[in-house]
């Protein structure tokens, strides 16, 4: 984490942020006509027939990654289309080559999230086109928001059947009640970078014994960091 952190701010120094942006979403674009060919030329590959059957990985290897990195794709190229008006036919292209990614990956969260984006964008540009319609769609939002937030409150099932998943999350909740269990155990400093999920017969087996089935990791990143570093860890990177 610390590398990568590094490396965002040797490139953010050396590049403009129109340009980086730009550069994101053609390097992108290029990993969804990648992920394309992949799947249509070499489906062995390139489309899941184990876990998850017909869901597109790509050139990646599980549904989510495609899914989660084709959701950056699809915010890098609508920016990319808002920032560069004389090439925004080819970045908003590249945007529905990627939304069509996450919808061949059937990641719930992916779909979500580049939902959520579109919402944001929209409801930005709204408000630069002046002082009524500002109002108008800061109203809005607020109904829409306050709307949403009921019916998670009283009704979460609707909003879960309406992405295609049940109340655990496609048993998620399950993982991250046994992973707290396991984290509670060495809760300061963690287990190590990786360490939690790599000794099978460490507190992972009390993990998967608990959800019955050999889980990969906990699907969460604060959990998958202060199960390694621990809550000083997780408090460090939260600051």
């Known amino acids: 984490m610390l590398y990568w952190l590094a490396f965002a701010f040797v490139v953010a120094a050396r590049f403009s942020w129109p340009l980086l942006i730009k550069l994101i979403a053609i390097a992108y674009f290029v990993l969804a006509v990648g992920s394309y060919v992949f799947a249509l030329a070499w489906p062995q590959f390139g489309i899941m027939d184990r876990e998850h059957i017909g869901a597109w990985s ?46 061949l990956s059937r990641s719930a969260t992916a779909l979500v999230s580049s939902a959520l984006v579109l919402g944001v964008l929209g409801f930005i540009a709204l408000l630069r086109s002046g002082l009524v319609i500002a109002i108008l769609a800061a109203v809005a939002a607020t109904v829409i928001g306050l709307a949403i937030g009921g019916v998670l409150l009283l009704a979460p099932e609707l909003l879960f059947s309406a992405i295609g998943r049940d109340m655990t999350v496609t048993g998620r909740t399950d993982i991250w009640h046994h992973s707290v269990t396991a984290i509670q155990a060495q809760p300061w400093l963690g287990y190590g970078y990786g360490a939690l ?39 460090s990177f939260a600051i």
Do not use: C
């Open 58 to 103: 790509g050139v990646w290897t599980h549904k989510n990654q495609t899914g989660g990195h084709m959701t950056i794709a699809f915010v890098a190229s609508l920016a990319a289309a808002w920032l560069y008006p004389r090439e925004r036919r080819f970045f908003l292209f590249a945007a529905v080559a990627a939304i069509g990614l996450v919808l």
């Open 197 to 235: 999920w790599e000794d099978e017969t460490g507190p992972v087996w009390w993990v998967r014994a608990g959800v019955g089935w050999k889980a990969p990791s906990s699907p969460n990143g604060w959990l998958e960091l202060t199960g390694g570093l621990g809550l000083v860890g997780a408090a």
